[in-house]
């Protein structure tokens, strides 16, 4: 059955190793006859929460800017995934930012049970990854319906483009995004 997939990249980084491997796994997940849209934070003007809640009454934000228009795709996609390089042991500040404007989806509906991460780092082990997958873990805690599929941890990538050149991550993105 064909899903509707969500792709959100944070990295802000020209020829950024997470976007790159974003890029394949959505290769792979339109292959497999999915329909996949890829945002890139990159391109995009999202405050900070302020913290104010109203957003559990209101079902949406205060703040007018890009966050709400993200918010309305990822309520109505079946998969969401998130690409991010690993900053200081743990995701993106923009990833993170991101994540607390979600917050009306605290009391909102939304379809989406499967999550997926894609986390590039410069460290060579693989547990440089953890705290990213824990914090992740802390939004899908509060998402009841949802759970963390699968995981990318593409490590040892420190230079731009440098994904470009590792067939074995290119092949993971490309497959995991076949198997959504
Ligand atoms: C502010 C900052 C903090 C970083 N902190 C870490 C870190 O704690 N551990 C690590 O392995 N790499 C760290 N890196 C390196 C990036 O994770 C690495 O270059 C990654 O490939 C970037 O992914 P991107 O190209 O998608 O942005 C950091 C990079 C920056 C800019």
Known sequence: MSKKIVIIS????????????ADEFLKGAENAGHIVEKINLKDKN???CKGCLACQINKKCI???????IFEKVKEADVVV???????????????TLIDRLNPLFVS????????????AADSNESAIDKTIQGLLGWIECLS???LKNVLKATGLTNPAEAKNSVKYLKEAY???QNV
């Open 145 to 147: 319906k949802t759970r």
């Open 10 to 21: 944070t990295s802000l980084r020209n020829n950024s190793n997470s976007d790159i491997l």
């Open 63 to 69: 703040i007018k800017d890009d966050a709400d228009e």
């Open 175 to 177: 497959t995991m995004g």
């Open 46 to 48: 999202i405050a900070f």
């Open 109 to 120: 509906p939304y379809n989406f049970k499967d999550v997926y991460l894609i986390a590039t």
């Open 82 to 96: 998130w690409a991010t390089p690993v900053y200081y042991y743990s995701m993106s500040g923009q990833m993170k």
